[in-house]
């Protein structure tokens, strides 16, 4: 028998009644709906599965009052995270929402009507409250920035009756409920079953870790890593669920099952350990580890530690006798080379040699390619990340030009493109400023508004291929200080921005104009042409500002190939 669930019952809100839910699903179709965002979809599938539970719904006043000052909800049961559901007053209004009427809860997604709440109450939350009891009151914190910046300014409480399971179309099969894995337990004959939670690729550590937790507890293994929301910056679900499929086979056969939890995390350390014991309970774990600094951000702008190492441990120790679960509390694991083991930090004797690669230092292997040894993770697992994390040499990235029509950025670019299609190894794209006028944005005149979204469609299109491992050589006037800052940001989140000025002066732009347009300009027959009647703003920093007064195309169309050269852009493998 696996573990009870936290309050007794394991809830499941799905209405499995045909007639039922024939009725619910009519009658959401008629009633006001609420999109749900992300997060808001990712604790309605955790209440509706009864991964929450004795959670029904969306909290009301009185829970969340109890939930955010002591960690209680009004009838008493300990939890420790509040689960509410946000609106603005204009929905509500707009919506007629009232205690007592009753709401569609739809995915943003696919339109799909989810669930039915019936409103116990409309509340406005004091969130200095709730970011200082719940997270700590550092501003800086995701959950706390989240609260001040996404978070609407109502709360509307109610339980909900769900009409249609939410659709996953990734790793479907490893998605448990917690009914689900309960059957599955039993199904194994597993009685004691110790829970690992992660948002991290796992390595050799961590296998060692939980193994030796299994060990000492006479226990199976669950794997059970968020694939909901994590700490932004995390390595994406579907890298990380590649990885723990790799490291399974390296688990004792039959010791550890995956099963992949859609959790939105709010990387609250304390209170998050405890809701963490709560979720796993509920899918029948009857262990669950608490490491360091779990579920915690890490530090602040200023360095400091949003939680101490052993917060979390020390919270759930607090409510062990009420968790129902048992906490295995584990300290760091690290490698003794001189003995090749892994051991928890604290029972390495004084003077013993320890190695370990910080998440850091294993991003920057990745990046550049460097050896990553066997002691730290299995060869399996770093396939697995380094097909996710190709080498600079295998990378995209743009090389974003800007200056005056006439300036020799489109000669550059040309040149650039030939060069680089010389190098081979990646497509070369060329977004000149004419072509993509044609092909893009023929619709747009010369507008600061209509430049703006010029400059945005390349910085969109850019993105896309630098994503896909090309490179991207685009050559518009991009005349806007704020629209270059915006394209960087695009495209910096995917790959690499390299920033040419082609500084010409506009004098010699001029001069040089064979096809007179700067002289059609000069007569007003073209209206707000950048330099003559329209700003350029130069950049305040560019990566490179080159000047084909001075010099020559091929001696600039080196520097740039320098410049990627220095990146690692052009390596051969
Ligand atoms: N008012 C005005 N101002 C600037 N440029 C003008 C204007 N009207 C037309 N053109 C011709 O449009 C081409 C430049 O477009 P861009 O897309 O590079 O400009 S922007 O970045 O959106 O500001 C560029 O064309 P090419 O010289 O063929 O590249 C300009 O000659």
């Known amino acids: 028998m696996a573990n009870p669930p936290h309050g007794g019952i394991l809830k499941d809100l799905v209405a499995r009644d045909a007639p039922r839910h024939a009725e619910l699903e009519a009658e959401a179709a008629t009633l006001p709906a609420i999109l749900l965002t992300e997060r808001q979809l990712c604790d309605l599938e955790l209440i509706m599965n009864g991964g929450f539970s004795p959670l029904e719904g969306f909290m009301n006043e009185k829970d969340y009052d109890g939930v955010v000052a002591e960690s209680r909800l009004a009838d008493g049961n300990l939890f420790s995270m509040p689960i509410t559901l946000d609106a603005s007053g204009e929905t509500i209004k707009d919506l007629g929402l009232k205690a007592g009427s009753r709401v569609t809860l739809r995915d943003f997604r696919d339109d799909r009507n989810l669930a039915i709440l019936t409103i116990d109450d409309i509340y406005r939350p004091d969130k200095t409250k709730e970011a200082q009891l719940v997270f700590g009151g550092d501003e800086e914190h995701p959950a706390i920035v989240y609260l001040n910046t996404k978070v609407q300014e109502f709360y509307i409480g109610g339980k909900v009756e769900a009409v249609n399971k939410l659709a996953h179309y990734d790793y479907v099969a490893l998605r ?149 679960i048992e906490v295995v509390e584990f300290q760091q694991v690290t490698y003794l080379p001189d003995t090749d083991e892994y051991k928890p930090v604290n029972e390495v004797s004084a003077g013993v040699k320890t190695l370990d690669i910080s998440g850091t230092e294993l991003r920057r292997r990745l990046r550049s390619g460097a050896h990553i040894p066997e002691w730290f993770s299995y060869p399996e697992v770093i396939k697995v990340l380094r097909e996710s994390n190709p080498p600079r040499n295998a990378q995209g990235f743009t090389v974003f030009l800007t200056g005056y029509q006439n300036s020799g950025k489109d000669a550059i670019a040309r040149a650039l493109q030939v060069t680089l299609n010389q190098q081979g190894g990646r497509s070369v794209s060329l977004l000149l400023g004419e072509t993509v006028r044609h092909e893009l944005s023929s619709e747009l005149g010369f507008s600061r508004e209509d430049r703006d979204k010029n400059i945005q469609r390349i910085a969109f299109v850019a993105a896309e291929l630098t994503k896909a491992g090309a490179a991207v050589i685009a050559a518009p006037i991009a005349p806007y200080e704020s629209s270059r800052k915006a394209a960087k940001d695009t495209i910096s989140a995917v790959g690499t921005f390299i920033l040419v000025h082609v500084a010409t002066p506009l004098e010699y732009c001029e001069k040089t104009d064979k096809r007179g347009i700067y002289a059609k300009a000069r007569r007003g027959e073209i209206k707000g042409f950048t330099g003559v009647d329209d700003p350029y703003e130069a950049p305040a920093k560019a990566d490179l500002v080159v000047d084909v007064e001075k010099q020559s195309v091929r001696s600039i169309v080196h520097e740039i190939v320098l410049i990627l050269e220095s990146q690692g852009f052009l390596d051969r493998s």
Do not use: C
């Not at 009685?191 to 000492?216: G, I, K, S, W, Y």
């Not at 399974?248 to 350990?273: D, T, W």
């Open 176 to 324: 448990y409920t917690p009914a689900e894995l309960r059957t599955h337990f039993d199904k194994l004959g597993w009685t004691r079953v110790v829970a690992f939670q992660t948002r991290n690729p796992m390595h050799r550590a961590h296998r060692e870790l939980t193994v030796r937790a299994a060990r000492a507890r006479q226990a199976n293994v669950l794997i059970h890593p968020v694939v909901g929301l994590t700490k932004p910056g995390d390595i994406d679900h579907f890298t990380r669920v590649r990885v723990y499929q790799a490291l399974l086979p390296r688990y004792p056969n039959g010791m550890a099952v995956l099963g992949l939890l859609p959790l939105a995390m709010r990387m609250g350390g304390p209170r998050e350990a405890i809701w963490h014991a709560i979720i796993r309970k509920n899918h029948g774990a009857t262990h669950f580890i608490v490491g360091r600094d779990h579920a915690g951000p890490g530090k602040n702008s200023k360095g400091v530690e949003f939680y101490g190492p052993y917060d979390a441990q020390h919270a759930v120790e607090k409510y062990r006798s009420e968790l129902g």
